[in-house]
Each structure stands twice: as C-alpha cells, then as structure tokens.
C-alpha cells in the first residue's frame, strides 16, 4: 500500500502541483454532449445529462492524466443528477483510478459516529463506491467527528483535506474573527505530527488562494507538516504568485486547483470552436499551460 | 404553494412534534430482507443492499405516516452504497411524498457559490431527484454559503435546519468555546425576522437533545422565530422530559427525532421476533409510543 502522502510526493515529482477539478455543468459541455439534452425534463434529463456528463469527466482525465497530479471530483455538481449522476460520479472516480491520477473527491461531508463511517466508507473504502485517494471534510461538528476518516489514513493510507481557511465573502467571520480557524489548525499538526515523524502527514488543508499573502504565510509556517489544498485559481481570480505562500521554501506543501479555468472555454475568440472540436485536446492544453505557469513561479 | 413552516405546524397539529429517522443498516434488516445480501461483496452486494433499503425505508414510510409529521432520512446510509443507493433514497423521498409526510434529509451539506446551488438543486428543488421539504445544513463556510438554501424558502416555501448545537463529545470546543454557535443563531434569527413577521420561519437549528437543560433554554429564548430539530432522543440517551426545554410554552418550536429507538428492535424478549415477523407493524406500535411520551411530556 502506497499512503496517500508518498503517492502525492511521487506525482508531484513527475507532474507537478496543479490540481485540475472536475465540476461538470451540463451548459457548458461540448455541443456534440450537450445537443441530446434539448428538451429534456426531470429523470429523463437526469439520465442524459449524467451520461454526457460522465463521457466529459472521463475525457477530463484522458487530458489531464500526464498534467496533473491530482483531480478534484465536485460530488455536487453530480449529485444533482441524483442516482444517475451518483453513476457518473462512480464512472470517474473509476476512469482516474485506471489512469493513474489521484483522485480527491470534493463533497465536505461532515457527520457523527456511525453516519460519519458510512460517509467515510462511501468516499474512501477500497471496497467502497469510489474509492477516492482523499475527501474534503466540513469540520464543524468538531474533532471527534473526523475520527472515522483519520482511521481510513491509518489502516488505508487514504489523505484528508480539511476546511480551514476559505476565501469566500464572509468566510472570516466564523473561521477567523472566533478563532475556530485556529483550532482546527491545532487538531490537524497534532494528527499529522503523531501520525509522520517528519514532512507532510495526511491529513491537509483547504486554504484559499485569494486570501491575503500574509495570511497564507501564517498558515505555511503555522502548519508545516500540514498539505494545503489551494482552491482559487484563475477563473476564481489567483494568480499563480498569489499561491507562493501555500508552498514552503523547497516548493512543496500545497496543490493548486483550477476548476473552470482549465476545463472550460473563456469568451476569448477560438476558444468556444476549439473546444466544440476537440474538448480533449483543448483541456490538455490548458492543462500544460496551468502546469507550466505554476512551474514558473515555484522556480 | 404551503411553505414549510405551515405545512409543519399542519402536520404537528394532527401528529404531534415527532420525526421518526431512517438510517437504513443493512445488518438490522428484518430477516427476509437481509437474507438475499449473504455472500454478496462490491457492486453486486451495493445492488442487492440498496434494493432491500429501499424496501425497508418505504416500509417504515407506511409505519410511520399516521404518527409522526416529518421523517428525518440520513443520506449517508444511502450513500454509502453509491449509485444503487441513490436510486433507494429517491424512491424513499418519492413514498414520502405520496404518503404526505414531510421529508427532512440529513444531508449536513454546505458549499459556496455554483456548488452549493447545485447540492440545493439535489435536494430541494420541485424538478430536483429527492423534492425534499427541508434539509440539514452546516455553516463553516458563512452565512452566504446558505444563501442558496434560502433563496429556496422563498421562491419553493422550503425549510432549513441548520447545525448550531450538537451534544456530541468534543462539539463544545469548536461550537461554544469560540462564540460560533451564537453567531450563527444570530444568522438565522435575522432570517427568520425578515422572512416571517412573527411565529417560526423556515430556517430551523440542530439543537441536541442531550444537552443541558439550561443550554437548551437559552436557545429556545435567544432563537424565538427558529424551529428547532432535535436528535438524540431514546437510544442515543435522552428522554421526553430532557427535551422539554427545546419547546416554547405553548409546547411547539420543537421537533423531536428518534431513528433507532423507534425503527429497530432491542434485545428485549421478543422484540426481534416481533420485528422480524411484521417489521411495519413493529415500527408503527414504536413511532405510536413515541408519540405518546412526548405528547405526555407537553400535556
């Protein structure tokens, strides 16, 4: 069993630290996908989007397999398929498993006692629906309710990435203004500090990259064994030196996701065509300029 | 269009304030329900699973529909068998419906900005896969990660159960020690002022049963337009009298929800036979008892 945290450092070394996300939104797919959903209504469209949906998640991962270390699985934006959507959902997880790619599924679950296990066996368990390397997780119904997902690091080798610190409008007031930021920060060196002697444990962070650069600094040094997941990029407006605080000196420590900015065309001439064309090709390419922009300012 | 608090105080009037919980587990199946899962691993026992879930559920949908106002379904029970299990959890909304009980999904999810609108689709909406009345949310990511949600109390009359207070070890440090829990009740108070002029608005709070009694008062007068949702009744320790406080004077503002104590037998003398032998009438003789202590406790 390779752990998620030597997996993750082994495709870093080979790809680098972008993360491409996968949120499939039925009006933005190819048109050759998106023309069998014209007129469409309740389960009947459910069935069809899920199914486009799936043949462009899988394409995501045909084009981002050699570029990426990781994909980010929104599990809301299949989750509004309902059974259908939960299909695809399966059909990706599956398709990143076969490339190679390590596949984070975003879903924030957040729960108790035996519902949390039952979270955590949907999301992680090798024997499980998805099987993710790793899961975002909502920590407010406190320390112990993690415990069941801490357990598939330990006996798994599964990551997690904790909400900590998001850049949402209005996010500072219950993360930072009551010090819960600071806390769960606490939890998560703990965990990892008992879990590795040294580097980086499994246990990550969600921290925005549209926060301010002082704050990420603080977060980097207050957390060093501590993977950030770094949402923000691009279409959510980072740049790619906004994100150097996530990374600690040797440039490590954090991975940067960019959702809509690789996978979708902007409203710049020829993109709309050339993704119609071949959505493939076009994703790979953004894909490697993604990689590559990232790569510049880690150098 | 009845909205959600209407409709709930409809359905208290006739039934009383209990919510019976469906955690569906397969190991405490009736017999002839459990029996086609033997042997069975990976998809073809996740199929075989959810189908017998499915069952079940609609089962305890027809125990329950005379005797209690809501059913509080837990989707991470249905999720964890993936696809199939979602389909099991849309037929269980879908009887729901029909029977005219009030569906409340445990869902505990909470997103920003497009993700969020999409989990709202999922579970909310009227051409959504589960159509649920209310749903339950968590507030790490701010209070306009729940605007969403709320723009569904309005448009669709639906309801809200937000996490405020979980009785659940270790809840304090993150709840009430940082001064969280008292924000977001002033998030959801101002909500439910502006949306309602006076009564109870459609933005209600997880509040634990087996807190203490001085707490569970300070929230029911600091939060006088918020319904509450109160898990933890019976087997997981509270009594009828320990929720009492959750209540106003005239005896409403709360709900009280028991799954397990009303759904599945202890191992009392012929409790699991009785079970086993009509597990709908089983339940039903439970949801009436339920009913009746509360009630009692009110009276």
Redo the contacts between chains.
């Keep these: 069993m390779t752990a998620f945290p030597q997996a993750l450092t082994a495709a870093i070394a080979l790809k680098g630290p972008t993360v491409v996300g996968i ?1 499939p ?1 039925p009006e933005q797919l190819p048109g050759s996908l998106r023309e069998g959903l014209q007129g469409l ?3 009947a469209y ?1 069935e069809a989007a899920a199914g486009a949906v799936s043949t462009w998640g899988q394409g995501v991962i045909e084009a981002v397999r050699g570029e990426a270390c990781a994909v980010k699985i ?1 599990a ?2 299949f ?9 695809a ?2 059909a990706v997880c599956s398709a990143a498993r076969q490339a190679g790619v390590l596949v984070i599924v975003d879903a ?9 296990e ?2 955590a ?2 999301l992680l368990d090798v ?4 099987q993710a390397d790793a899961v975002t997780l ?8 993690l415990s069941p997902f801490l357990a598939r690091c330990q006996s798994q080798g599964k990551g997690l990435f904790v ?1 900590l610190r ?1 850049s ?8 930072v ?4 930021a600071e ?2 920060g606490g939890w998560i060196e703990e965990w990892n500090t008992s879990l590795v002697g040294e580097g980086y444990g499994p246990v990550g962070a969600v921290v925005g990259a549209t926060l301010q650069a002082e704050e990420l600094s603080h977060w980097r040094s207050r957390l060093p064994h501590t993977p950030f997941l770094v949402p923000g990029y691009g279409a959510q407006g980072a740049s790619a030196s906004d994100c150097r605080p996530c990374f600690d000196g040797r440039g490590m420590g954090a991975l940067v996701c960019s959702s809509r900015g690789v996978t979708y065309p902007t409203s710049e001439a020829g993109e709309e065509e050339a993704y119609d064309a071949d959505f493939v090709a076009f994703i790979r390419q953004n894909a490697l300029r993604f990689r590559e922009e990232i790569a510049r300012s880690l150098a």
């Excluded at 924030?108 to 949390?116: E, Q």
């Design positions: 949120d939104r209504t309740g389960r459910r929104q809301a934006f989750e509004q398929f309902g059974a259908p959507g939960w299909e959902l399966e924030k679950r957040g729960d108790i006692g035996s519902t949390a039952a979270y066996h949907a024997d499980g629906p998805l909502s920590p407010y119904l406190g320390r112990e309710s909400l998001t949402n409008p209005g996010s500072d007031e219950l993360q203004e009551t010090g819960a806390r769960i």
